[in-house]
């Protein structure tokens, strides 16, 4: 295979969803698996809609993803660019002018559904002559140009789909240059491609007729077609599909609900594929799993409850330096013995905070029956304790108060966190010590 150089294409004209974040994990896992490179492209050539903080979200929302990308460029800064295609193209003829306007064009796309025809443009703008056009622009219009497709099948092997082609005479002529002169998606997209030397275009479903166009566009511009591949789209549980400007499921908004990166990272491409959803240490473990011939070809459903257990997961495998500095940066200056014994009892790793308190106090004990309690500190064994401490001790305290089961456990762990549950105490009692725990023992808050 071509060592990959594989890009993403997001326009800042709003907050990335989960579905943007599985076309840009596919193109960057892609390219990780095979040691490639991968390109950020903002496509922002939409003055109108395109946002200097949508920009500065996206590289926020990536590098929270941990995507690193090798090269990032702005479309903006380019225009240079697609202006000399354009011009090579009308040199070779395959760009025409074209005067409807909107309105125009849309009477004509209604009376050919209401006859049972293709909303196909019907290439009328052809038929023009020189007196014509010049009259035409004599009144105030202003061309739009299409790019003229040769009536055939264009044919492709598609990374997720397999052989794949488009029948172009069903297609209407793309426009690929505005009546103010500016761009739509289609020409900057080619031309980017084929000047950055982009080797693989993975993206989604949506976009296969796009496919036969383009490469009829980079054909006609001399250069090679790169490798395609369109992955399957994601919609909610509900089966909606998603979109930046409802703000579903929005990487921002699902960061800052605390879940982990690397479950969203795993949900969103390992759904809707052979490969079953499981917890990854690393994206370098989640590159080595995703195989898009594994992809299914029916719409994949994100379930944001799916995802919560599959965060949770991801946490309880994490080890100590996968995570000791982001608690330090939550104030907890936490241990690796600290991190074993709690990180089972997370959902988030901000509630690391409450057993933190737990270990290091202070804490209100809860004491119900005293005369079990001062038992229980009587038998409290000398330290340093260790994992065996807590055993001993309990099988200590059973055989000198008769007590066993529930009886037994549930007051010791009241009073030594306050708290009816939690973390193994084996693990716990350690952190605790000896002092904190005859003080809590007593009913002290300490």
Known sequence: MTVPFVRTAPSPTGYLHIGNARS????????????????????DTDKARSKPEFAEAIAEDLAWLGVVPDASIKQSERLGLYDEAAATLRAAGRL???????????RRRKRQLARGLPPVYDRAALKLTAADRAALEASGRRPHWRFQLDWEEIGWADLVRGPSHVDCASLSDPVVVREDGTYPYT???VVDDVDMGITHVIRGEDHVTNTAVQIQIIQALGAAVPVFGHHNLLTTASGEGLSKRLGHLSLRGLRESGVEALAVAALSVLVGSS??????????ELA????????????AKFDEHELEALS????????????AERLRALGIPASEPFWLAVRGNLD????????????EGPIEPLVVDKAFAAAAAALLPPEPFDQTSWKSWTQAVA?????????LFMPLRQALTGRDHGPELAALLPLIGREKALKRLAGETA
């Open 24 to 43: 840009i994990l596919f193109n960057w896992l892609f390219a990780r698996r095979h040691g490639g490179r991968f390109l950020l492209r903002y496509d």
């Open 96 to 106: 025409y002018p074209c005067y409807e306007s909107a309105d125009e064009l849309d």
């Open 187 to 189: 020409l900057p997209s």
């Open 275 to 284: 490969d079953a959803v499981r917890p990854v240490s690393s994206l370098d």
């Open 288 to 299: 080595g799993l995703v195989d898009l011939a594994h992809v299914s070809r029916a719409p």
């Open 312 to 323: 949770a997961r991801t946490l309880h495998h994490f080890e100590f330096a996968a995570v």
């Open 348 to 359: 988030r790793l901000s509630g690391a905070g409450v057993w933190w308190r737990v270990v």
């Open 399 to 407: 055989a000198a108060t008769g007590t066993k089961g529930k009886a």
